[in-house]
């Protein structure tokens, strides 16, 4: 601003300096030349009453530097001169200021001279004897004029600019103080009137700015917060395969920091079917992909966002992968165990039916058909107990149980086949638990069952029930045949059997420990085993308490 003011000032003061230079050139060239005619004049008006030889004495003294002296005879010859000799001067008769003298009494004229810049005045009066007096003037012209005085001009314009540097530097600062002393951040208030609609419409765009921002602060805020707090992996890359944003969830997908930002996406992950999707989005082409991480599957949904960007989702389908897999592993394992006891059943039936068994041998044909159809009543029941289980996402009928009293009515039902075996059951405790009691009782029944079937002849069953840290625990012991250390982790799984041969003389599902898991973990509980090959082998389930469910 202050240069501004300071180049103003001075062009404006040197134009006008310029300006008045030149009015005054004119005007006082005017005046002077003016002033030259009327001193020839009176000059002249001297001589008036003369003739030529009195005009010719006196003119001896006129010195030419004040005035040109000529006396001109009728005829137009040069009689004298005070300037240059006569006889070298041509014939004036033709002179417009000799002409006018000699025809009206007196005459006048100027001539300019292109080359001396020079403009001569001359004036002309006739004597008494009719010869002619000319006195005459030179005087620079306008344009010489103004070229003596233009290095005075030029001066003064320097000084101008200079005096207009000092005067715009103080008066800038003058002007511009009280503006740089308005706060915009509190009330705006206008040091001068000129500045008051200014002022206003500042203040009227800054409270609409600061309303926008804080718009979209607002908006960034939540997006940012639902980013941050989504389950989901999200990574915004732009050209180039730069990463520009990456979320909470997903820096502990590729076990990084938001500090990746501005990173090349190579540096993330170095899966070649995940980089060329990124760059297929980048081209503008989305789509999605599994993709896997550390032991993870997840399901990345790519799109491109305007011409050269794109935005992930990653979205953590391991369970969803591995309950697919279990499903397609319990229907692949529900044919093969359905189709065993059936192809047994159709097996024996076809020989009864083709007459191929012997009248004696028919009855022990009849009780493995019966068998068959039984262990197969069994599994089918199973299947549907464990699908049943698989589709309840809660429990209802909630009511409060005791464990050990539900645990004696599971040995009532089976003291039959412990008395075969020759085992005890010892039940002791007292817990209390919400549950439902069907899938409890299925659970300990299912737990006593297991017991029982791989137990040693006169072997021993321990349930033990009791509050353990705020839980209801019961603990089921026996001291049967023992699971391998290597297949512990496996005896949860559908159709999974440690002695193959055993399950099948004791007509075991391989299902049983599969619902028990499911029960527990349907009430909120917890089950892990400990087991020893022929020591037995110690199950511990964990509920919540009546107390802490309340």
Same mark, same amino acid.
């Given at each position: 601003?202050?240069?501004?003011?300071?180049?103003?000032?001075?062009?404006?003061?040197?134009?006008?300096?310029?300006?008045?230079?030149?009015?005054?050139?004119?005007?006082?060239?005017?005046?002077?030349?003016?002033?030259?005619?009327?001193?020839?004049?009176?000059?002249?008006?001297?001589?008036?009453?003369?003739?030529?030889?009195?005009?010719?004495? /006196? #003119?001896?003294?006129?010195?030419?530097?004040?005035?040109?002296?000529? #006396?001109?005879?009728?005829?137009?010859?040069?009689?004298?001169?005070?300037?240059?000799?006569?006889?070298?001067?041509?014939?004036?008769?033709?002179?417009? /200021?000799?002409?006018?003298?000699?025809?009206?009494?007196?005459?006048?004229?100027?001539?300019?001279?292109?080359?001396?810049?020079?403009?001569?005045?001359?004036?002309?009066?006739?004597?008494?004897?009719?010869?002619v007096l000319r006195l005459a003037k030179t005087n620079q012209s306008i344009l010489g004029l103004f070229t003596t005085v233009l290095p005075i001009v030029v001066a003064v314009i320097f000084l101008v600019i200079a005096i207009s540097y000092?005067?715009?530097?103080?008066?800038?600062?003058?002007?511009?103080?009280?503006?740089?002393?308005?706060?915009?951040?509190?009330?705006?208030?206008?040091?001068?009137?000129?500045?008051?609609?200014?002022?206003?419409?500042?203040?009227?765009?800054?409270?609409?700015?600061?309303?926008?921002?804080?718009?979209?602060?607002?908006?960034?805020?939540?997006?940012?917060?639902?980013?941050?707090? =989504?389950?989901?992996?999200?990574?915004?890359?732009?050209?180039?395969?730069?990463?520009?944003?990456?979320?909470?969830?997903?820096?502990?997908?590729?076990?990084?920091?938001?500090?990746?930002?501005?990173?090349?996406?190579?540096?993330?992950?170095?899966?070649?079917?995940?980089?060329?999707?990124?760059?297929?989005?980048?081209?503008?082409?989305?789509?999605?992909?599994?993709?896997?991480?550390?032991?993870?599957?997840?399901?990345?949904?790519?799109?491109?966002?305007?011409?050269?960007?794109?935005?992930?989702?990653?979205?953590?389908?391991?369970?969803?992968?591995?309950?697919?897999?279990?499903?397609?592993?319990?229907?692949?394992?529900?044919?093969?165990?359905?189709?065993?006891?059936?192809?047994?059943?159709?097996?024996?039936?076809? =020989?009864?039916?083709?007459?191929?068994?012997?009248?004696?041998?028919?009855?022990?044909?009849?009780?493995?058909?019966?068998?068959?159809?039984?262990?197969?009543?069994?599994?089918?029941?199973?299947?549907?107990?464990?699908?049943? #289980?698989?589709?309840?996402?809660?429990?209802?009928?909630?009511?409060?149980?005791?464990?050990?009293?539900?645990?004696?009515?599971?040995?009532?039902?089976?003291?039959?086949?412990?008395?075969?075996?020759?085992?005890?059951?010892?039940?002791?405790?007292?817990?209390?638990?919400?549950?439902?009691?069907?899938?409890?009782?299925? =659970?300990?029944?299912?737990?006593?069952?297991?017991?029982?079937?791989?137990?040693?002849?006169?072997?021993?069953?321990?349930?033990?029930?009791?509050? /353990?840290?705020?839980?209801?625990?019961?603990?089921?012991?026996?001291?049967?045949?023992?699971?391998?250390?290597?297949?512990?982790?496996?005896?949860?799984?559908?159709?999974?059997?440690?002695?193959?041969?055993?399950?099948?003389?004791?007509?075991?599902?391989?299902?049983? #420990?599969?619902?028990?898991?499911?029960?527990?973990?349907?009430?909120?509980?917890?089950?892990? =085993?400990?087991?020893?090959?022929?020591?037995?082998?110690?199950?511990?389930?964990?509920?919540?308490?009546?107390?802490?469910?309340?």
């Amino acid at each position: 601003m202050k240069k501004r003011i300071y180049l103003n000032m001075a062009l404006l003061t040197s134009i006008a300096i310029l300006l008045i230079s030149i009015i005054l050139c004119l005007v006082f060239y005017h005046q002077f030349s003016k002033q030259i005619k009327k001193g020839l004049r009176e000059q002249a008006q001297v001589f008036l009453n003369d003739n030529t030889e009195s005009a010719l004495s /006196e #003119l001896q003294f006129i010195e030419e530097r004040y005035l040109r002296a000529t #006396l001109i005879l009728n005829n137009g010859d040069v009689l004298f001169d005070n300037t240059s000799e006569a006889q070298s001067l041509e014939n004036h008769l033709e002179r417009t /200021e000799v002409f006018e003298a000699i025809k009206y009494g007196d005459g006048e004229s100027s001539r300019y001279s292109q080359t001396l810049g020079l403009r001569t005045y001359y004036y002309a009066i006739r004597l008494t004897d009719g010869s002619v007096l000319r006195l005459a003037k030179t005087n620079q012209s306008i344009l010489g004029l103004f070229t003596t005085v233009l290095p005075i001009v030029v001066a003064v314009i320097f000084l101008v600019i200079a005096i207009s540097y000092i005067v715009a530097a103080r008066l800038t600062t003058h002007i511009v103080a009280p503006i740089n002393k308005i706060n915009l951040d509190g009330e705006l208030s206008s040091p001068y009137d000129e500045l008051a609609p200014l002022i206003r419409t500042i203040s009227g765009q800054r409270k609409k700015i600061a309303e926008d921002f804080a718009a979209m602060q607002k908006v960034q805020d939540t997006i940012h917060a639902i980013t941050e707090n =989504m389950n989901e992996g999200m990574l915004m890359v732009g050209a180039g395969g730069i990463i520009l944003s990456i979320n909470r969830s997903a820096t502990k997908i590729f076990d990084t920091d938001s500090s990746f930002e501005g990173h090349n996406i190579r540096e993330l992950s170095r899966d070649l079917s995940f980089i060329n999707a990124i760059q297929k989005a980048l081209s503008g082409d989305g789509g999605n992909m599994i993709f896997t991480k550390n032991s993870k599957i997840y399901n990345v949904l790519i799109s491109p966002v305007f011409e050269t960007g794109a935005i992930l989702f990653l979205l953590d389908i391991t369970e969803k992968a591995r309950a697919d897999e279990r499903r397609r592993e319990f229907s692949a394992n529900v044919s093969h165990e359905l189709k065993t006891p059936l192809t047994s059943i159709y097996g024996n039936a076809e =020989m009864l039916y083709e007459g191929m068994v012997k009248e004696k041998d028919k009855q022990s044909f009849y009780e493995k058909i019966k068998k068959e159809a039984s262990q197969l009543m069994i599994l089918i029941e199973d299947i549907i107990k464990i699908s049943e #289980l698989d589709e309840k996402n809660d429990v209802s009928q909630l009511e409060t149980l005791e464990l050990a009293s539900l645990t004696a009515e599971c040995k009532e039902s089976l003291a039959q086949k412990a008395a075969e075996y020759s085992i005890k059951i010892n039940i002791k405790g007292k817990g209390y638990i919400n549950g439902n009691r069907t899938m409890i009782r299925e =659970m300990i029944y299912n737990l006593l069952d297991n017991a029982i079937k791989y137990n040693k002849q006169n072997g021993s069953v321990y349930v033990e029930v009791s509050e /353990e840290h705020g839980k209801t625990k019961i603990a089921l012991t026996d001291t049967g045949i023992g699971i391998p250390q290597n297949e512990q982790e496996r005896i949860f799984e559908r159709f999974y059997r440690t002695d193959r041969s055993r399950s099948k003389k004791t007509g075991g599902t391989g299902l049983g #420990l599969a619902i028990v898991k499911h029960i527990v973990m349907a009430h909120s509980g917890s089950i892990k =085993m400990t087991s020893k090959p022929e020591k037995g082998t110690k199950i511990i389930i964990y509920f919540p308490n009546v107390k802490e469910l309340n």
